[in-house]
């Protein structure tokens, strides 16, 4: 009888410590995350004159917003800057909405680059290859087609980028659009995604995520450009390992990554979820057995559970509390 009532303490003291850690994290999130985002440009002009900025758009294929969403980008407060088209497939629609909008701003400096260039396994960077070699400013942001840009977030970014700042990303999030799943898309990155991203950063744990990253082209060339990430599916957790194995910072910039797709699916949305699942299984394995504990309700019953066995507190209560 002794060795199950000591089973069942540890197991109701690890749950109910895990707890507590989750809304420390939680705390620490909120006041973290009123600390970084959404802080105010100062948009006046400097002593020292900011880096020019390569942005590189790998397209392929066209959604409904697609046009607006790239349309953004021409927009952009920012003094000196370049816009490089990449799509792989010389018959993709994308290439027609882009010659629609270099005609509508023919002042924004704009390169295409069709066809791509097979480096490595890594379909994203083959398609940039040829974009990335022929981009020629010192600081190069990797911009997915489905992200929608602010006029002031370019140079918040920049900004970000003091001497000791290799990269400089953003925390995913998503625009208002209508629809269900839309509306899970936005729980989802606004809540778990949110509070993970944050405190990963404030500890200074790689979260990065490459829909939107500024970075030190110096810093890529040096381990050999964007191919030497070709053999990585995930490349955007190696850039940042890369540049956190030479003493260089990660920053959060202070606009999230607005995600503005026009297709929005809850079968889409599912599928990005097991992709994401399976590298976190394949380059972070410890930590998938601590998932499922993550999950709100999970949690709480285990908690509750926890919290009824230890102090003799109303489980039920608890668990409507912790909800």
């Known amino acids: 009888m002794a060795p199950l009532l000591y089973t069942l303490s540890g197991f109701a003291t690890f749950f109910f410590i895990f707890w507590c850690g989750k809304w420390l994290v939680h705390i620490a999130a909120i006041i973290y995350g ?15 004159p900011l880096s020019g900025v390569s942005i590189i758009k790998p397209l392929m294929g066209v959604d409904p917003n697609l046009y607006t969403n790239l349309e953004t980008f021409f927009m952009m407060n920012y003094p ?27 002042l924004v400096d704009t390169s295409v680059f069709i066809g791509g260039a097979d480096v490595g396994v890594n379909p994203k960077i083959n398609n940039m290859q040829p974009g990335y070699l022929a981009s020629k400013y010192p600081l190069v942001l990797i911009s997915d087609s489905g992200i929608r840009m602010k006029e002031d977030t370019l140079l918040d970014m920049v900004q970000l980028m003091t001497d000791d700042v290799g990269l400089v990303h953003q925390l995913p999030f998503t625009c208002d659009r209508e629809g269900f799943a839309a509306t899970v898309e936005k729980i989802y990155f606004g809540t778990l995604v949110a509070r993970i991203y944050l405190v990963a950063d404030l ?14 082209k110096s810093l890529i060339n040096e381990v050999g450009g964007i191919q030497a990430f070709s053999c990585y599916l995930a490349e ?12 260089w910072r990660i920053r959060v910039a202070s606009h999230p990554a607005f995600q503005n797709s026009g297709l929005c699916e809850i079968n889409s949305f599912q599928a990005r979820l097991q992709r994401w699942a399976k590298l976190r299984v394949a380059m972070l394995p410890h930590t998938i057995l601590l998932e499922p504990l993550s999950e709100c309700l999970v949690l709480g019953t285990c908690a509750a559970w926890s919290a009824s066995y230890l102090f003799a507190w109303e489980p039920l209560v608890f668990f409507l509390v912790h909800v």
């Open 80 to 106: 000196v800057y370049e816009i490089v088209f990449c799509i792989e497939d010389e018959n993709d629609p994308a290439i027609m909405l882009v010659k629609k909008l270099i005609e509508k701003y023919p």
């Open 34 to 48: 009123k600390c970084t985002l959404h802080r105010k440009v100062n948009d006046q002009p400097t002593e020292t």
């Open 236 to 247: 955007d957790f190696f850039f940042a390992k890369s540049f956190s194995e030479r003493g």
């Open 203 to 216: 500890l200074r744990i790689n979260c990065h995520t490459g829909m939107s990253a500024l970075m030190r």
